[in-house]
């Protein structure tokens, strides 16, 4: 990959108005790759999390002489993409409101069997997280990720504020259920280490 | 207050979005006993651990690059084209020459290009199609209350027509000249392909579905644009000024065109929804459930009464029943899904 040096957002911003085809080409270096995985977190589908994140960069393209971005470029990147992601939700008319209330999820546990370092339980919670169910999955995605809160969630799927409540704390129940048992591993654990 | 409550306070708490009162509430909650406590350390817990969430999933960059600027490069073809120039002469000023042996010249091949940019137009009553043929091969299906106005020779550098209604398009390719369809809203813009255009001005609605090819539409107030491929869609609400993209593989857009419909695992609102346009019926569904069922059949012929279509679907459902209603309504009956 071609090294480019360090440009700031308002040299980015010049550069787009003098050489908008470097400037595009590193902004698009800088930040394809945290849009995709972020629309990817909501909508589970590679291919079209790397297209809705190509469709910001060319609107960004096309607007490129007249652009004035007031906030950092990530962060107006941040919010194209979000709004994208939320717009194809909205497109393929999720069943918000029809989705299954008692998903059959094989969450991994954490076992007393199991010694478990942080880096399990890392993986424990990134595995429940993609297996909650999609309505879950999304909501609690807007509010860990994104940090919107209760009300824009709701704004922004069309549901309720109390559908969002329920589907936060339904994934917090389910997140915790699969860690709930760390202190006693935790502890079994560091007995175990000081004496073998 | 449930469980469930505090679960939702104590993740408030911790997005930093909780009043001093509700704080207060879940500070009793906690204090009332461990078990309590313990659940709001697990949430903690969980809760900052998910902050460092990372799927298996690492986009190629420089693929995703080297697509976008592909991207650019075809897109700058028909963007960049000047606009053509479109000379007009008042008619007064002309007559006022026509003295003139010269002027008659002048104004000879003024009306050979007036007759030749010189736009028609055609309009379909209700109830009534038409296929319109362009000089350059193209096809215009037009639909019922709808309006195409064309030159009749494209000789600039774009092929530009107008739309009021809906048609369905199959374009001639000519990469040299994009071909343009200009509605009261949007800007639809191809190098050739086949399309349906839905653009009537009673309706808040601009839709297109694209069966083959490659198109771009624009919407001229907001300049957002969607890029469409086959069997996407495009619809741009007037009202809220957004436009959005779905994929749609039915093609049951352009029924009115290909006389066809198709159903896959589809809802019945939908499959009642499409007989009720293209008939201008109006079908009740006499029990709630049915609304629910799902219904699949490739290929309904639609160019026939319907009272036949609605047979085959009785048929080929073997649980629905429609019974006539009024002048132009049907009742669906039945008390079970198809299997």
């Known amino acids: ?196 | 207050m449930f469980q469930e409550e505090y679960i939702n306070l104590i993740h408030r708490s911790l997005q930093g979005g909780i009043s001093p009162v509700e704080q207060e509430q879940l500070n009793n909650w906690l204090a009332a006993s461990d078990d309590h406590q313990q659940i709001a350390d697990d949430i903690e817990y969980a809760w900052n651990l998910s902050y460092n969430f990372e799927d298996d999933y690492t986009p190629d960059v420089e693929k995703g690059l080297a697509k976008f600027k592909a991207r650019i490069e075809e897109e700058s073809i028909s963007i960049e084209q000047p606009e053509a120039k479109v000379v007009t002469i008042p008619r007064r000023r002309w007559l006022s020459r026509i003295a003139a042996a010269a002027a008659i010249l002048i104004a000879t091949s003024i009306f050979w290009i007036n007759y030749n940019s010189s736009p028609n137009t055609v309009q379909t009553a209700m109830n009534a199609t038409t296929e319109v043929r362009l000089d350059d091969g193209t096809i215009v299906y037009l639909n019922e209350n709808s309006s195409l106005t064309y030159p009749k020779k494209f000789d600039g550098k774009e092929r530009i027509v107008e739309l009021k209604g809906e048609a369905f398009f199959d374009v001639e390719k000519n990469p040299n000249q994009p071909f343009i369809i200009n509605t009261t809203d949007t800007k639809v813009e191809v190098l050739g392909t086949s399309f349906n255009v839905r653009a009537y001005e009673q309706e808040v609605a601009t839709s297109i579905n694209v069966k083959t090819g490659k198109v771009r539409f624009t919407v001229l107030e907001t300049d957002d644009v969607a890029i469409l491929e086959q069997n996407d869609a495009a619809i741009f609400n007037e009202k809220s000024k957004t436009l959005n993209t779905l994929e749609d593989r039915s093609q049951n857009s352009f029924a009115w065109h290909t006389k066809t419909l198709n159903f896959e695992q589809s809802k019945v609102a939908d499959l009642i929804n499409r007989l009720e346009q293209l008939y201008n019926i109006q079908i009740t569904i006499a029990n709630p459930v049915i609304a629910n069922c799902h219904y699949s059949y490739l290929g309904l012929k639609v160019d026939e009464d319907i009272k036949n279509v609605l047979k085959v679907i009785e048929t080929s459902s073997s649980k629905f029943k429609f019974s006539k209603k009024g002048k132009n309504g049907y009742i669906l009956n039945g008390d079970s899904c198809p299997n």
Request: proline content about 3%.
């Open chain 1, 1 to 196: 990959m071609p090294e480019h040096p360090n440009y700031t957002d308002s040299e980015l911003m010049a550069l787009l108005k003098s050489d908008s085809k470097k400037a595009i080409d590193i902004l698009f270096r800088m930040h394809y790759s945290f849009m995709c995985k972020s629309v990817y977190r909501i909508i589970r589908n590679q291919e079209k999390a790397e297209d809705l994140a190509q469709d910001v960069f060319y609107e960004l393209w096309k607007k490129r002489e007249t652009l004035e971005i007031r906030t950092s470029v990530r962060a107006y990147l941040k919010r194209a993409i979000n709004n994208k992601a939320l717009n194809y939700i909205r497109d393929q008319r999720m069943k918000f409101d029809s989705d299954e209330d008692h998903p059959n999820l094989k969450t991994p546990q954490a076992s007393s069997q199991q010694h478990l370092e942080a880096e399990e339980l890392q993986k424990i919670i990134n595995e429940t997280i993609k297996q909650l169910p999609e309505r879950c999955r999304i909501v609690f995605s807007l509010s860990r990720f994104e940090e919107l809160s209760y009300k824009e969630i709701a704004e922004k799927l069309n549901i309720s504020t109390k559908t969002v409540e329920n589907q936060i704390s339904k994934a917090l129940k389910l997140l915790r259920q699969a860690i709930a048992n760390r202190d006693t591993n935790v502890v079994l654990l560091a007995v175990l280490k000081l004496f073998f």
